[in-house]
Each structure stands twice: as C-alpha cells, then as structure tokens.
C-alpha cells in the first residue's frame, strides 16, 4: 500500500548523509514530455505505464520519479486510467516530484470518469471537482489534431447539406424508413442518426457490448433510463432514446458534431474534462469514422430549448483552437 512520503526521499541513512535536504518547492517538476511521432497504439501506451511503475518503485532499474511521473504522463494523454491515478497520487503526495493537489484533481477526475473507484475516493478527499483547466498531461495530443467548428450563434440554424448525404447501404429499408419518418421529430438528419447506428451497432438490434450498452443506438441503462426508454431491446424505443441522446447532445455542445459524436461514445463530462475529444483509442476512431460517413459536416442544426450549452464550451473552443496553432 502506498504511504504519504514525506519532503525527503531517501532509501537509507547514508543517502541522508550525502543528499542535501530539498523542501516540497525544491522537487523537481518534471517536463512535458513531447508529442508522438506517428499513431500510438493501445499496446505502445501499456508499455510506458508499466515502464513508469518499474521506475517509479525501483523494480529491476534504478529508482527515478520523475522519469516515472514523465511516463505516466504520455500514458495519461492517452486515456490510461491506471497512469492517471498514479500521476495523480504522485502529485498529491510528492513523490519525487512537487506536490500539486490542482492537476492530481484532475488527473483523479479523469481516471474516476472510466470507473476507477479509488481515483473518485481521492477526488473526493481532494474537495470534489477540479477547477481550471486541465493539465498538459490531459491534454489531447498534438499528433492528433481535431478541427474547430465555426462558433454558431445561440439558436441558429446553420445551413448544412445534411439531406443530400447517402446513407449507410448496408442500412435495412424497414429502419432506414423508421428513422426518416421520426428524425424530423427530433431535428435530426437521418444521415447522423443512421451513421450513429451502423458504428454502434451494426444495426443488429439484439447488439450488447461488454458495458451493457444495447439495441441498435447502443443506450446504457442508465441513459435509457435518462431518457424515458423504458424497454431497452424494443427497436423503436432505443432509436428514439438514441435521438433524444443526440438531439440533447448537439444542444449541450451548440450543434458541433465531433463533440456531440465524442460525447455519444464516451460521455459529455469526459469531452468537458478533456476540452475537446477524448484521447481514448476507442473515441477517436469512433468519430472519425462517421465524420468520414457523414461528408464531413462540422454543424447540425440545434434546438436552444433542449438544454443549455455546455459551460466548459467556449474553454474547449479555445483549447481545440489552440492546437490548431501551433
């Protein structure tokens, strides 16, 4: 188990001897790490966790913290729930390097969100819900730009070339016509709804994933249950769950898709907390592949009425904008 380290980190007396005192200030602050050349992969990010917990714990290398805190730190921007609560307890306790409760918040945070119940026990311990931006390490890599949608006015309906899009081939009729008489109820373009399905299901409507997501827009429980499904495996009720999902999605992020689809597969607070798409393997693929489905569009038409806008959104903007930049 680990222990609360005090400012000096010492294997034994005769280190104490020969390495002056340093104070919690004094610790070095390790770098940011730079950006991955090429696409890493799940295996590569798994590697650099491991790696970071022989160095941070001196398991056949030499004990170095901050070589640790650097590897937990390339694993984290890739979504390693592991990493993040390891980088988050280091820097609550000052392991090596110098403490900060304000990025072990969010480093907690992150790791909780993919249902880590230890990191949500030290995010409370902390005073609940980081504030500010998150930190570098949980930032969207840079390797993996994402576009900027232009910045709709609250309420606008922009012009979009929704209705000429074809639509999935492999879509059958029966659906493809369901979904074209109820999209309009929802403001949808039966374009989105149907590429939704075909990465989330298939259009199998007995799918399930390992989460317990089910149907053909693939509701949790508990989103079902947000959204008044009351039968989760009845064909109708989890398209129109899945609508009202994405209609309340467009609405919370002001009808940019990357963030409404980004949401959609791994939730609204982790696109908040990573101010942008996630870094999650899984995320990013998702989206990129229906944005490749659907032309590409970066707008949908949004109803102000549903919910109001995210209030992490103009933060998101500005980070997403910021890596545009460099």
Known sequence: MRRLLLPLLFA??????????LTLEQLPRPTMPPGERGPVVPAQVERWRLEAKALEYGDGVRRDEVAAAKLYCRAAR??????QYSLGWMLTNARGIQRNDAEAAHMFAAAAEQGMAQAQ??????GGTPLGDPPPCLRPPEADPV?????????ARPVSRWA??????????????????????YQLAPALVLAVMAQESNFDPLAESPKKAQGLMQLLPETGARF?????????????????YLRWLLAYFEGDVQLALAAYNAGEKAV???????????????????????????????????????????????????????
Do not use: C, W
């Not at 576009?147 to 309420?155: D, E, M, N």
């Not at 074809?166 to 493809?176: E, G, M, R, S």
């Open 272 to 326: 908040d907390r990573y101010l942008g798409v996630p870094p999650y393997a899984e995320t990013r693929l998702y989206v990129r592949r229906i944005m490749a489905a659907t032309g590409g569009q970066r707008l949908h038409p949004f109803d102000a009425r549903v919910t109001e806008a995210s209030p992490m959104l103009q933060r998101v903007r500005a980070a997403m904008q910021a890596i545009q930049a460099r």
């Open 78 to 83: 890739y979504g390693d729930a592991e990493a």
């Open 228 to 244: 008044n499904v009351l039968r989760l495996r009845d064909p109708s009720q989890n398209i129109r769950g899945g609508m009202a």
């Open 12 to 21: 034994g007396s005769a280190a104490v001897a020969q390495v002056p005192s």
């Open 121 to 126: 026990n030290m995010l409370d311990t902390l």
């Open 164 to 185: 000429a899009l074809p639509l999935p081939a492999n879509a059958p009729p029966a659906i493809v016509n369901y979904v074209k008489l109820v999209a309009p109820e």
């Open 147 to 155: 576009a900027v949608a232009p910045v709709p006015p609250r309420g």
